[in-house]
């Protein structure tokens, strides 16, 4: 029922009732929602009529305003008004002409759904709606097991299932507030609809760390974060035990000691699966090791004169040496090296593994085993002898010899007997006596091989690392003790390998009697003379310089980079600003073997492999449509590392 009579027109509404009428109609300009049903009414084009009742708005006039005068002319009643504004669902500026009605419900969260149930997948949307109403207008507020829900407060739930917490029930309350917006006139439950979220298998969404280290007497405390529907269980282990009482997702030892070091995982389950977690190394943080410095020399051999080439020792010499410079290794890496060159490059590598320095070899190539290991170099001949291969008492001896802090020796290769078919030289061979061994204590020296005694290493068809490289590039630069980088490569490869790939093996051996990382920092002090030396030697950045064509009246841009780092007897030399030329780069001088190389797809550039001082000066030749146009020297020796003149003596 109307507050005042139904048939005046709207010019008569009383003062006080039309301007709180004007005050609710411009209110989030729901005015807007009136005049657009008024002008379907009357045929009008809506939104030009509404752009009118905008613009006329000076002296005081407001949109509400325009509109109420506009129906005025057209003779409507305050009983029109209430019937337009109760269609326009405009039940706040209808309760200044209109007594309170209670509300009503008018659609339920039911009505969508067959019964009050609901099958909810994980991650999916659960949508609802009701629908009620009153004078004033009801609000709502949607509730999840009697539970208000946040920003959940118009007449339609909308939420994302991301929690098996959410399943229950879900209602909402209507309710009505009178005017003076403080007091509740009436309160209204919807129906309720219950929902189930799908059984889903348990999923881990956190891990525990892979390796923690814990001062002795400290808390430790590491979680796992899993989802699933039913909610899942946990029970933690230490080393494949049981632990009792360990049931929640964290697990919490309030005093740390030697005796709690191990491997944790945790057990999750639910009615559907189950699952656990990666394995947790927990060790005691111990005093930590200081390096003078560290020094890494890198050897990759995969281009064999004599003997089938390989494809992956070169990525696998890179990636090892890259993360070593990550935890600031000095790096020593060569690609491809002769006899001579492995032998002069061990010896530039022991003479600075002084008291204190760690060091670290790396080789990946073609090997085998004759009462010890032997390194092949890439000119060794089909019929090779002992003679022909860098033994590891060799390197033992050379890089002992002035007594380092650590000595870490990786073998990658073949540790088999060269087959007599194939080699019988070799067997019929007196090794002429050499002695090698070194004469100092060979305390805190690891010696690690990707594969045991008389059995193969192997290389993957297309992929780009051998095996023992992608396991061993997982943990050597993670600070862990160094006994637990080989360790855990082992058991990596171990859990990965099948067929005739077991025969792979890895070990390793080590003297070591403290808790040398590869991480262990280095002193801050200003290095020996013999480091200041090796800094020189393999000292390099791209150098950049301008080359002229003095016959053709043209000049370039030259830049000389390393082809492929950290390698740093492969140099790369590009030039530029000649895009309608085509460039050819030829040796000077001839050379044994050919090491530079030029591509059709790479025209403007070529690499060179060991490249040496004897070599003279590279020709740069240029040529248009085929006819040569000019060429210029390029002096090799002044852009190398010192360290190749020393190792190609």
Not at 177 to 197: G, P, R, W, Y
Not at 370 to 382: C, F, G, I, N, R
Not at 450 to 456: F, L, Q, Y
């Amino acid at each position: 029922m109307a507050k005042i009579n139904e048939d005046i027109y709207l010019e008569h509404i009383p003062s006080t009732l039309y301007n709180q009428l004007i005050y609710e109609l411009n209110k989030n300009s729901t005015w807007q929602l009136l005049a657009r049903h008024v002008a379907e009414q009357l045929g009008y084009q809506r939104n030009l009529w509404v752009e009118s009742l905008k613009r006329n708005t000076g002296t005081g006039k407001t949109p509400a305003d325009n509109l109420l005068f506009e129906l005025n002319i057209k003779m409507c009643t305050v009983g029109i008004l209430c019937t337009l504004l109760k269609d326009c669902e405009l039940n706040n500026a209808l309760s200044v002409l209109h007594y309170p009605e209670p509300s009503i419900i008018i659609k339920q969260p039911t009505d969508d759904i067959e019964g009050d149930n609901l099958e909810i997948p994980f991650g999916q949307q659960l949508r609802l709606s009701c629908k009620a109403t009153g004078i004033p207008s009801p609000s709502y507020q949607w509730c999840h097991n009697n539970i208000e829900l946040q920003e959940q407060q118009s007449c339609e739930l909308d939420i994302v299932i991301n929690s098996c917490d959410q399943a229950g029930k879900y209602n909402c309350k209507i309710l009505q507030v009178a005017n003076d917006k403080e007091t509740v006139t009436s309160v209204l439950q919807t129906k309720s609809v219950f929902v189930n979220i799908s059984r889903i298998p348990v999923g881990i969404t956190q891990q525990p760390p892979a390796f923690l280290e814990i001062k002795e007497g400290e808390e430790f405390i590491i979680k796992c974060i899993a989802h699933g529907h039913p909610e899942p269980h946990y029970q933690w282990f230490r080393d494949n035990t049981q632990l009792e009482g360990e049931t929640s997702n964290i697990l919490h030892i309030k005093h740390f000691n030697s005796k709690y070091e191990g491997k944790y995982h945790c057990y999750i389950s639910n009615e559907i699966n189950e699952i656990i977690t990666q394995r947790s190394h927990i060790m005691l943080d111990l005093p930590r090791e200081k390096a003078v410095a560290k020094i890494a020399l890198i050897i990759a051999n995969d281009d064999y004169d004599n003997h089938a080439c390989l494809e992956t020792p070169k990525n696998d010499a890179a990636k090892i040496g890259n993360l070593l410079k990550e935890i600031d290794f000095k790096v020593i890496c060569l690609a491809n090296l002769s006899l001579e060159q492995m032998r002069n490059a061990i010896k530039i590598f022991g003479e600075v593994l002084t008291e204190g320095v760690y060091g670290l070899f790396y080789y990946a190539g073609h090997g085998f085993k004759m009462q010890e290991s032997y390194m092949l170099a890439v000119d060794a001949p089909a019929s090779y002898l002992r003679k022909d291969a860098i033994c590891e008492s060799e390197l033992l001896a050379i890089s002992l010899k002035n007594d380092p802090a650590l000595l870490v020796t990786i073998l990658d290769m073949c540790q088999t007997v060269p087959p007599k078919e194939c080699n019988p030289d070799i067997h019929n061979e007196i090794p002429k006596v050499k002695e090698y061994k070194s004469g100092k204590n060979l305390r805190n020296l690891i010696q690690a091989y990707s594969t045991s005694s008389h059995r193969p290493s192997y290389e993957r068809i297309n992929s780009k690392y051998g095996l023992y490289a992608m396991h061993l590039s997982k943990y050597i630069n993670k600070n862990i003790p160094i006994i637990k980088v080989f360790e855990e490569v082992g058991k990596s490869i171990d859990k990965l390998l099948k067929g005739t790939e077991r025969n792979q093996i890895p070990m390793f051996a080590l003297t070591v009697t403290k808790p040398f990382r590869l991480t262990d920092a280095v002193y801050k002090r200003a290095p020996s003379s013999t480091l200041n030396h090796l800094n020189k030697l393999i000292a390099f950045s791209p150098k950049s310089f301008e080359i002229n064509f003095k016959k053709a009246d043209i000049s370039a841009k030259a830049v000389i980079s390393l082809f492929m780092e950290p390698y740093l007897n492969i140099i790369k030399i590009s030039v530029y600003n000649l895009d309608d030329l085509e460039v050819h780069f030829f040796n000077s001088v001839p050379t044994k073997q050919n090491n530079l190389f030029q591509t059709a797809s790479s025209k403007h550039e070529c690499w060179i492999y060991n490249p040496q001082i004897s070599q003279g000066s590279l020709v740069v030749s240029v040529s248009k449509n085929g006819t040569r146009i000019g060429a210029s020297l390029l002096h090799i020796k002044n852009y190398i590392p010192l360290i190749l003149e020393t190792i190609n003596i």
